[in-house]
């Protein structure tokens, strides 16, 4: 028998995965944090890591039920820290990536022995947190206390410490924060456009969509300008064209006269569904949930990647280059230069976008749709019920 020291308590813990339970509530990911320090040694740590992202299915979700509710608490103070628990566990398990698997905790891994090693990844950002917070704007977003500078330089800092190759953010331009995306210009990285207001092409005509894109690129026309940027990037919000076939096809043809690149995504992170109940945590002051929440994400965020591969094998009988989208929030401002660091552990190669798209697999007309088939195998592999656009 061995003991773990969490949340300030020692509590026996007598098998291997009951030390994951704890280690995962100890600090979430101070366990990156504290190798990165020095104070644990880092391959060590990853490949720990590793074991808990291959694993996921069948002790991720356990391991939520069993700290929010029991955890690694001292007993006296068990009965006065359930309701935190409880409103945690609640939070966490309307996200459908979690819910399905809780679902799926009893069922053996197969892709227990997958890895992400040798696999090739180029980052994007959708959004980006702005420079002041505005609590009358954002009155019912837990998480408007993440439009600051730190948070900005939390992001820039993580990918330049990572080398990571230039990173397109795309941007709408109702919340365009024109400082900081000079900053973001001017440290080498790049910037796409999504629409104006984030619209999506489901709703209204074409000629609609085309407008309030147009308005979004005439917002982006000075800062392209100014540094330089010649190729022009553009990605559907939330990866959404709707069941139509007429209306993208219009809207293609916009893009190829505007010289447009499309840019699609493979994994989808939703680390938006995590941010508002970690946001909730961090303002409450609970860093027990919070701590939590983040490593919840970062391993399923794993455990997405592992299955976008096997998509990609499973449709081209082959690995891809692929794209990954992540939202520029609180969360990701925390957890970014870690993520990064454990991919790179683990053995992937970060690209660029433009590097990404030589790939064969993306040399189609419907390029998000194509590569959107690699998102709903993950998801279909996660478990989680595909819904129709």
């Not at 704890?22 to 504290?34: A, P």
């Not at 980052?123 to 439009?147: F, K, Q």
């Not at 100014?226 to 043809?253: H, M, N, S, V």
């Not at 998509?311 to 990701?332: E, P, S, V, Y």
């Amino acid at each position: 028998m061995s003991r773990v020291l969490a949340q300030g308590c020692w509590r026996p813990v007598e098998s291997r995965v009951s030390q994951v339970y704890c280690l995962m509530n100890d600090t979430g990911v101070e366990l990156g944090r504290n190798a990165l320090n020095g104070s644990l040694r880092e391959e060590g740590v990853f490949r720990l890591f590793e074991f808990i992202m291959k694993y996921i299915p069948l002790i991720g979700i356990v391991a939520i039920s069993i700290l929010l509710s029991v955890g690694c608490s001292n007993p006296r103070d068990a009965n006065a820290a359930k309701p935190e628990m409880t409103r945690c566990q609640d939070e966490l398990s309307t996200i459908p990536e979690v819910a399905a698997l809780s679902k799926a905790r009893s069922k053996k891994p197969e892709d227990a022995e997958a890895s992400v090693s040798g696999m090739e990844i180029a980052l994007t950002i959708n959004g980006m947190v702005r420079s002041t917070a505005d609590p009358d704007r954002d009155r019912d977003d837990w998480c408007y206390t993440e439009n600051t500078r730190e948070n900005f330089a939390k992001l820039l800092n993580a990918l330049k410490d990572n080398g990571i190759p230039p990173t397109i953010d795309f941007l709408s331009g109702d919340s365009l924060d024109q400082s900081l995306q000079a900053e973001w210009l001017s440290s080498g990285n790049l910037i796409g456009s999504l629409t104006f207001k984030g619209r999506s092409p489901k709703k209204g005509t074409a000629q609609e969509f085309i407008d309030t894109l147009s308005r979004n690129e005439q917002e982006l026309a000075p800062l392209l300008t100014r540094f330089q940027q010649k190729q022009k990037y553009f990605r559907y919000p939330a990866l959404k064209l709707g069941l139509d076939t007429e209306r993208p096809r219009e809207i293609r043809a916009f893009l190829r006269k505007q010289g447009f690149t499309e840019v699609p995504a493979t994994i989808d992170s939703r680390v938006d569904s995590f941010s508002q109940p970690y946001c909730a945590a961090l303002s409450r002051g609970d860093k027990v949930c919070a701590s939590f929440i983040s490593a919840t994400f970062k391993s399923i965020l794993l455990d997405k990647t592992l299955k976008a591969r096997a998509a990609a094998q499973n449709i081209l009988g082959r690995d891809i280059k692929q794209i990954l989208m992540i939202k520029a929030n609180q969360l990701t401002s925390d957890l970014l230069d870690e993520l990064l660091r454990s991919y790179k552990a683990m053995g992937v190669r970060f690209i660029s976008v433009d590097e990404a798209l030589t790939d064969p697999f993306y040399a189609t007309e419907d390029v998000t749709r194509t590569a959107s088939r690699i998102i709903w195998e993950t998801k279909q592999a996660q478990g989680v019920k595909e819904r129709t656009e």
